[in-house]
């Protein structure tokens, strides 16, 4: 549960306070159940998902128990048609994902070296950046149809400006001491990028990719639904259409469990690449 | 003689500020005018069916919007979306408070919330017609099954980031329960709860118009495809446009209340910056 | 012994049910009795504060003293009942000490992080008294007061980040004199500030006490201030905490940072309360005891 988004990390937040005399508060007591607790939590609502429909509470017809759709799961996962849409999904969302971190590091750290020039840019940076990635698709269909193409516009769309936004805002917030003691070594320009303005602005580029991520993946997932390019969200619409009620809960979990892995993985890669940073080392796993 | 040294001395600060107003607007202006010009030109000068020039999209945009259209379409699209985002900005924090304030709660519900929160939103769609129909109530449901998550967690975020300092000198002057959660939780935790609501909004926008794509016979979204659908190319960017400003507008919008909520903050920001 | 001629808090010699402390003259306003800290945690439990007893006598000045690490934050976390004791009891009044009492304020060392950021300098102090279900007339006065007290009266609707760091801490007292405390706590509220502001907010500390004849309960670990504020200084040991010593400050009342730092009794009770305070940190080091990790 790290979710935090207030512009560029939580650096600016006050240090992990000491606890009471300077150690560790609570440490026992929320160790070792929490684990625990969270396991609970999963039995309960995997066995509530269960109850409901074997009670009436809810029709069958609309809500599977949880034993049926993960047997059709199971099933689905035996055939390699899931895995196709797969990798089609997870194709779309990297490239996508791959383009925007390129296209935005490379504006972003020149606009950030270029402030006159970036002036002219912020009026219609303003107005693009909101504008819905999904207002799009029209475009998409027209241009591309149900090509990879179309998912790589959308995906692209939208990645683009969270990373561009968030690189300018680490390159704004070089620490003019930091810079002109560079300066004063001697460090030419590209060692100062190298040594001063890449390791500011790597947290606030690790923040957008980590959004971008979790972004890319609900518009590739969207692409193959309403444009209908090959996906699990394709195979979610077929499903639908067709009446094949647990299919459908069965892809939703499976496009779960692949959003909590990105969500992983990002966080893997996060931590990784920030292991100096303090906003890494003062983090209380959570 | 020294009325003219007056008259000279404001001689340049008044052209200075001229000038610095010319380029501010400079500033402004000078890119969109010259994207829009560029597209216009690659319009006339295309064959292509798909790129229409400005003044055909321009026309297209005032005969459809400034019409009836606006209420059948646009309005019941926005009312939905405004329920929508209120709903789950309730739910979000609520639900965020209780999470952020008790570690046994948040240890209870955090797998299974990280699982919620990693599904793709518009996967639900063809859930919720199923389960609601394809009726306003399944719209609102998509919008805020998708926008609840990054308020909950940004507000457990937040509500756990609560200074302990702070915490304490409440206690002290006997400061508890609503006044607390109102005086010193929800407002410490309002910088990350304002982050995830803008992160919501955008969500919520994008959620609007695939619920209308997906199923509908009326709304924005669905005006769109069906635009593209009939090949009526110029309404259909006109449709894109009115997207494109609905959501600038909202942005606008949400950056107002922001500054409005959090002068506070940025002052803060600031002065720590400074130091 | 001489110091309270000038204290407003007036000769109650008449109190029947009240104990006297040692030095006699007053009743008892602050009781502290074999309090111990132990922090859990099974076999890495840490024993914080083993044993502490003192009492304050009504309208006292005590500072209380002692080595880097030595658990000054905890006691007064369990003094003003943010954290309960694992045995012994703190008692206010009279009353026992089990959540912080409406009779008490803290002034914390990071001031910075005790105000409230979103309010006002006037909201900051006038909140607490809202709680309190004081009027809106009386409060307006009390507040006018207060910040008048600390000199911030033209100050009053800026926001806390606006000032600098010892007007921040002036915005924290003048919350707590508000309040009108029968103790007030200072947790090394000046720790964190230059060394002139330091000087000018000792000398402030002393007059609103005097003014107000409340009792005071100073932790610092400067040893300087220490003896330059306090009627009494209390000398803790190192972590596992017992008072060391207890030390009268038989200074005139009126003191001066020029002239009472260069009295020849302060060069004395400073030099007494440093060796004591060396003494307490080599014993720590010598005793093999508990506590392995005694933080920072």
Not at chain 1, 146 to 167: H, K, M
Not at chain 2, 77 to 84: C, D, Q, T
Not at chain 2, 130 to 147: Q, T
Request: aromatic share 8%; net charge neutral; with cysteine.
């Amino acid at each position: 549960m790290t979710e935090t988004t207030t512009q560029g990390t939580a650096r600016e937040r006050p240090e992990a306070p000491a606890g009471a005399g300077g150690r560790p508060r609570g440490a026992a007591r929320t160790g070792p159940n929490k684990p625990l607790l969270g396991a609970v939590g999963i039995v309960a609502f995997l066995g509530m998902w269960e109850a409901v429909p074997h009670l009436g509470l809810v029709s069958e017809r609309f809500l599977p128990p949880a034993s049926t759709v993960l047997a059709a799961l199971a099933q689905r996962a035996t055939t390699p048609g899931l895995w196709i849409a797969v990798g089609d999904t997870l194709i779309g969302w990297g490239l996508g994902l791959a383009i925007a971190f390129v296209a935005a590091v490379l504006l972003g750290f020149a606009m950030g070296a270029l402030p006159r020039v970036r002036a002219f840019t912020n009026s219609t940076v303003d107005f693009l950046r909101p504008i819905p990635s999904v207002a799009l698709i029209p475009l998409a269909i027209l241009l591309y149809g149900t090509d990879l193409r179309s998912t790589l516009l959308l995906v692209v769309y939208a990645c683009f400006w969270l990373i561009y936004i968030q690189v300018l805002y680490g390159v704004a917030d070089v620490d003019p001491v930091a810079e002109q003691t560079a300066r004063s070594y001697g460090l030419g320009r590209l060692a100062r990028i190298r040594y001063v303005v890449w390791p500011t602005t790597l947290p606030y580029l690790m923040t957008g990719v980590r959004l971008a991520a979790a972004v890319a993946l609900i518009l590739a997932i969207t692409a193959q639904l309403i444009i209908g390019s090959p996906g699990i969200g394709q195979e979610i619409a077929v499903a639908q259409s067709s009446g094949a009620v647990s299919s459908v809960y069965a892809l939703i979990v499976a496009t779960g469990a692949l959003g909590v892995l990105i969500n992983i993985g990002v966080r893997v890669l996060e931590r990784r690449v920030l292991r100096w940073h303090t906003s890494v080392r003062g983090e209380a796993t959570a | 003689m020294s009325s003219q040294s007056t008259t000279l001395s404001t001689g340049p600060g008044a052209t200075a500020s001229v000038r610095r107003a010319g380029t501010k607007v400079l500033h402004l202006l000078l890119l969109p005018a010259l994207l829009i010009g560029l597209y216009a030109y690659s319009s006339a000068n295309s064959d292509s069916y798909y790129m229409p020039t400005p003044d055909l999209i321009a026309a297209a945009f005032v005969e459809l919007w400034f019409s009836e259209r606006f209420f059948v379409d646009v309005l019941p699209s926005l009312a939905r979306l405004a329920v929508g985002f209120t709903l789950s900005a309730v739910l979000g924090v609520g639900l965020g408070v209780v999470l952020g304030l008790s570690t046994r709660v948040r240890a209870l519900f955090e797998p299974v919330l990280e699982f919620l929160r990693a599904i793709p939103p518009p996967v639900l769609v063809p859930l919720m017609i199923l389960l609601v129909g394809i009726d306003d109530s399944m719209k609102v449901l998509v919008i805020v099954s998708g926008c609840v998550w990054p308020i909950l967690l940004n507000t457990v975020e937040g509500v756990r980031a609560v200074d302990p300092v702070l915490a304490d000198t409440a206690r002290c002057y006997g400061i508890n329960g609503t006044t607390r959660l109102r005086v010193l939780v929800l407002r410490s935790a309002s910088p990350q709860i304002m982050a995830g609501l803008r992160l919501a909004l955008a969500l919520a926008i994008i959620l609007m118009v695939i619920s209308e794509m997906f199923a509908s016979s009326s709304g924005l979204g669905f005006a769109v495809v069906q635009f593209q659908r009939s090949f009526a190319i110029p309404e259909m960017w006109a449709g894109m446009v009115l997207l494109g400003m609905i959501g600038f507008a909202l942005s606008v919008l949400f950056e107002f209340a922001e500054g409005r909520v959090l002068g506070w903050y940025r002052g803060l920001r600031a002065a720590n910056r400074g130091e | 012994m001489s110091a309270n001629s000038g204290t407003s808090a007036g000769a109650d010699a008449a109190n029947p049910g009240a104990t006297t402390n040692h030095q006699g003259e007053r009743p008892t306003m602050l009781k502290v009795t074999g309090l111990q800290k132990i922090y859990n945690g099974g076999a890495n439990a840490v024993e914080a504060v083993r044993d502490l007893t003192f009492d304050l006598g009504e309208g006292k000045l005590v500072c209380l003293v002692g080595p880097s690490g030595c658990g000054k934050t905890t006691l007064l976390k369990c003094i003003a009942g943010l954290m309960p004791p694992t045995s012994g009891t703190v008692e206010l009044a009279g009353q026992s000490v089990t959540a912080p009492p409406p009779g008490m304020a803290v002034v914390f060392q990071e001031y910075g992080r005790s105000l409230f950021a979103w309010m006002s300098v006037r909201a900051n102090v006038e909140l607490p008294l809202k709680e309190k279900k004081i009027p809106r007339g009386r409060r307006r006065e009390l507040v006018d007061e207060s910040l008048e007290a600390v000199g911030l009266t033209s100050f009053a609707h800026a926001y806390p980040w606006q000032l600098s760091g010892g007007m921040q801490q002036r915005v924290a007292i003048a919350r707590a004199i508000a309040y009108e405390p029968q103790v007030l706590l200072m947790d090394e509220p000046f720790a964190a500030v230059d060394a002139q502001t330091r000087a000018d907010l000792e000398d402030l500390i002393r007059q609103i006490w005097q003014r107000m004849g409340v009792t005071v309960l100073f932790v610092t670990h400067d040893i300087d201030e220490a003896v330059y504020l306090g009627e009494r200084v209390l000398v803790l040991s190192s972590s596992p905490t017992v008072v060391q010593d207890d030390i009268t400050v038989d200074l005139p009342t009126e003191r001066d940072q020029l002239t009472t730092r260069q009295d020849e009794r302060f060069t004395e009770l400073r030099a007494r309360v440093y060796a004591e305070i060396q003494q307490a940190k080599k014993s720590a080091g010598a005793a093999p005891t508990a506590a392995p990790s005694v933080a920072h």
